[in-house]
């Protein structure tokens, strides 16, 4: 058996965290005013047994979903988890890749905007210091970071590389055939960004010519 086990709470499935060298750097903040509350709500998410333990939850892996960023049943089920799961002892990884919906993280989104401009973040609460985060801002263009998963006691924390299971998923899903590229995106992208990611496509297409069949010509 492992000494890290990592589960999916409440679904099917597998994961495990990339091993690089080092850790990005964070930023890490301190927040008085937190979010929490009683709360009974329950959502999926990914979890670091201790099997020393009896299997106890060390940390959980939540990643956002379009539906907890909009209003309604998703976002309420989003947040009552992360207020439950910031009053115990377990400690919190929030990742958020969307750009789209309001913010839903457990850091106040004024405190983080303070620190850098960002179109993805993720923050990590540690059970030993609520008020204090440990943030990895990125933009579209950056490569995604490496990131520190909180573990138990004085273990040394494990490292998560968030860019290879991204491309994975990437290809295994076949987006690049079924997201339309050519189309403006959702919210719409600066104008420098927006050049800049037609200018990846079009690479990215001419590097795989065998998957993207030429329009048909007409005939004059």
Same mark, same amino acid.
């Given at each position: 058996?492992?000494?890290?086990?990592?589960?999916?709470?409440?679904?099917?499935?597998?994961?495990?965290?990339?091993?690089?060298?080092?850790?990005?750097?964070?930023?890490?903040?301190e927040v008085?005013?937190?979010?929490?509350?009683?709360?009974?709500?329950?959502?999926?998410? !990914?979890?670091?047994? @201790?099997?020393?333990? =009896?299997?106890?939850? +060390?940390? %959980?892996?939540?990643? #956002?979903?379009?539906?907890?960023?909009?209003?309604?049943?998703?976002?309420?089920?989003?947040?009552?988890?992360?207020?439950?799961?910031?009053?115990?002892?377990?400690? !919190?990884?929030?990742? @958020?890749l969307l750009? =789209?919906?309001?913010? +839903?993280? %457990?850091?106040?989104? #004024?405190?983080?905007?303070?620190?850098?401009?960002?179109?993805?973040?993720?923050?990590?609460?540690?059970?030993?210091?609520?008020?204090?985060?440990?943030?990895?801002?990125?933009?579209?263009? @950056?490569?995604?970071?490496?990131?520190?998963?909180?573990? %138990?006691?004085?273990?040394?924390?494990?490292?998560?590389?968030?860019?290879?299971?991204?491309?994975?998923?990437?290809?295994?899903?076949?987006?690049?055939?079924?997201?339309?590229?050519?189309?403006?995106?959702?919210?719409?992208?600066?104008?420098?960004d927006q050049?800049?990611?037609?200018?990846?496509?079009?690479?990215?297409?001419?590097?795989?010519?065998?998957?993207?069949?030429?329009?048909?010509?007409?005939?004059?």
């Amino acid at each position: 058996m492992p000494d890290l086990w990592l589960q999916r709470s409440r679904v099917n499935g597998s994961g495990g965290a990339g091993s690089p060298d080092q850790a990005a750097s964070p930023i890490v903040i301190e927040v008085d005013d937190l979010p929490i509350g009683e709360v009974e709500v329950r959502q999926a998410y !990914l979890e670091i047994l @201790d099997r020393y333990q =009896e299997l106890k939850v +060390v940390t %959980a892996i939540e990643v #956002v979903s379009p539906s907890n960023k909009r209003t309604g049943l998703g976002r309420s089920m989003y947040m009552a988890e992360h207020r439950a799961l910031l009053e115990s002892n377990c400690n !919190l990884v929030e990742i @958020d890749l969307l750009r =789209e919906g309001r913010h +839903v993280l %457990a850091v106040p989104e #004024v405190e983080a905007r303070k620190q850098a401009s960002y179109d993805y973040l993720i923050a990590v609460s540690r059970s030993t210091d609520r008020h204090r985060f440990e943030l990895y801002p990125c933009t579209l263009r @950056d490569r995604l970071p490496t990131i520190a998963i909180p573990l %138990a006691g004085g273990d040394k924390d494990a490292l998560l590389d968030l860019q290879p299971p991204m491309e994975r998923t990437y290809d295994d899903g076949s987006y690049m055939l079924r997201i339309k590229y050519d189309e403006p995106c959702i919210p719409p992208l600066s104008a420098e960004d927006q050049a800049w990611a037609s200018e990846q496509w079009a690479k990215y297409k001419a590097a795989h010519p065998e998957w993207f069949r030429s329009e048909p010509q007409q005939a004059e």
